[in-house]
């Protein structure tokens, strides 16, 4: 082999071995994907019940279904034994019914059964018109565990606005945050929404521990971050944070942020994050 064609032969061999590498490089580093399903909020035309499964497979365990009637209607909901089971309401009303209680289901309510009870009766008055979200979870044999026998509570129920206010250093003095689920109610989960005016924002954070959902509330219009990658992110929408990634949300001049996270927690332990959420009781300059 001559000089000439042994450097052009070199040439060759290192010019396949830089895109190899190259390949790889790109290959091995991927912006994560931001997950965002719009919920479906029209009925058709004879239509009055639908239902729609949403982010299907994205938090392991839990099917997570959203649910629309038009009234006048009486459904029984009945609930697995082996899960637990939380209703979120985002639009319209009913009445949630027990053999002794009934509770108003307005907008931005939640409701989970408790102490194994498996149905409850869902009524709408005439031509009136509800949707919510219903996430079913299997408990593992952990959570059975450190699940109390008799909860204090036959159904929490609760509305978002009468919910406990915190702070916490990521958000700024014009964000509103409250704590809907605390962390003692249902093991390894934990609900809470985020209010605000634009501009303003939540800083950025890693949250390893954790599976984190965001529910686009009534006129959230916000732009969400995870590292490199970034979507729109509009109400009535439900959105997956890829897991361990620094993410962050930004709310433009006079456009609303409202949305309610949810921590679904890798482990017991991991719930030891809700701890940098500092009651408003609490002073500031507390540890």
């Known amino acids: 082999m001559n000089n000439v064609n042994f450097f052009k032969y070199k040439s060759i061999t290192l010019i396949f071995v830089l895109s190899i590498i190259t390949m790889s490089c790109s290959s091995s580093y991927k912006s994560p994907k931001i997950v965002v399903q719009d919920l479906k909020m029209e009925f058709s035309s004879s239509a009055q019940t639908f239902t729609e499964e949403l982010l299907e497979g994205e938090i392991i365990d839990t099917k997570i279904e959203h649910k629309a009637f038009i009234g006048p209607i009486k459904e029984t909901l009945i609930f697995p034994k082996d899960s637990i089971t939380m209703l979120i309401f985002i639009k319209g009303s009913g009445f949630l019914k027990t053999d002794s209680m009934s509770y108003h289901t307005v907008p931005e309510s939640i409701a989970i ?30 959570d059975i565990e450190n699940f109390p026998e008799e909860n204090k509570y036959d159904l929490f129920f609760t509305r978002f606005e009468d919910c406990e206010p915190y702070t916490e ?119």
């Open 113 to 142: 059964p408790m102490n194994k009870n498996s149905s409850f009766q869902l009524e709408l008055s005439n031509s009136e018109e509800l949707h919510y979200l219903m996430f079913t979870k299997k408990l593992s044999s952990q």
């Open 169 to 287: 250093k990521i958000k700024s003095p014009n964000t509103v945050s409250r704590t809907v689920l605390p962390a003692d109610i249902i093991p390894r989960v934990s609900l809470g929404t985020v209010e605000a005016v634009g501009p303003d924002e939540v800083g950025a954070h890693k949250h390893p521990m954790l599976d984190q959902l965001f529910l686009g509330l009534t006129n959230n219009d916000i732009i969400v971050h995870a590292d490199d990658a970034s979507t729109e992110f509009k109400e009535y929408s439900l959105l997956h944070i890829p897991i361990g990634s620094s993410h962050w949300v930004t709310v433009a001049e006079n456009k609303k942020m409202y949305y309610m996270w949810m921590d679904f927690f890798l482990t017991k332990e991991g719930q030891e994050w809700l701890k940098t959420h500092k009651p408003m009781s609490i002073d500031e300059n507390e540890p």
